[in-house]
């Protein structure tokens, strides 16, 4: 069964200073994959998805990941984060017709 | 365009007392999905609708938990009855060709349970 691991629960970065988020997969097939965002007060939010071609994968906010398949790994980053960024992130992995998560990392942002 | 709607955004019972929560998807949307988030933990899959019918309940922890959707429309999911590690955050999510097609679910704001 496919499964997901985000292995940092809680990052705090500077406003300015870049940012990656790890995300590590186990599933049999081609994954498809996906990163959300839950601001506080509000539903998820699809930040970008992976499915096939390009494994550099661009997403709103900013925010793009790179599908590494010799790694199992989706890992989300942004080259500036700003204070709006603080949230909750999630990654996914796509099967059948469903969706499976991640235990969520909580980004803060120093100001 | 609405989003999904969920109701009650939180709810406080106590052990043994029904709940009773309700998801209204996005319009046009035949797929329909249940998640609920313990504390700190990941987002667990309940489980799936597509229009009225069930097409996966693997996720439904027992027997206290019973989703419906009746006409394909809305949908609740009715905890019977409740014991403490119920609580949690309960996600509605909706699709209109799900997953492998898309790839996108819209997510409602949740609905946050706390059993006493």
């Known amino acids: 069964a496919q499964s997901v691991t985000q292995p940092d629960i809680h990052i705090t970065v500077s406003e300015g200073a870049s940012l990656e988020l790890r995300c590590n997969y186990s599933y049999g097939a081609t994954p498809y994959l996906f990163w959300y965002v839950q601001s506080p007060g509000q539903g998820l939010q699809l930040l970008l998805k992976y499915f096939s071609g390009d494994t550099l994968v661009q997403g709103i906010k900013g925010f793009e990941a790179e599908f590494k398949r010799s790694q199992s790994s989706f890992n989300l980053r942004k080259p500036s984060v700003h204070w709006s960024d603080a949230a909750e992130y999630f990654c996914?992995?796509?099967?059948?017709?469903?969706?499976?998560f991640g235990a969520g990392t909580r980004l803060t942002v120093k100001p | 365009e609405a989003g999904v709607t969920q109701f009650p955004s939180h709810s406080v019972i106590e052990k043994g007392q029904t709940v009773t929560l309700r998801c209204d998807p996005i319009s046009g949307h035949d797929n329909l999905y249940w998640y609920r988030r313990v504390m700190g933990k990941e987002i667990k899959f309940l489980l799936h609708?597509?229009?009225?019918?069930?097409?996966?309940e693997s996720g439904m922890p027992n027997n206290r938990f019973l989703a419906e959707r009746t006409g394909g429309t809305y949908s609740t999911l009715k905890v019977q009855p409740a014991e403490l590690e119920d609580s949690g955050v309960y996600f509605c999510?909706?699709?209109?060709?799900?997953?492998?097609?898309?790839?996108?679910?819209?997510f409602g704001e949740g609905s946050r349970l706390t059993v006493l």
């Open positions: 996914a992995v796509g099967d059948n017709n469903d969706m499976r």
């Open positions: 609708f597509v229009k009225e019918s069930k097409q996966d």
């Open positions: 999510a909706s699709s209109r060709f799900g997953v492998r097609n898309t790839g996108e679910l819209f």
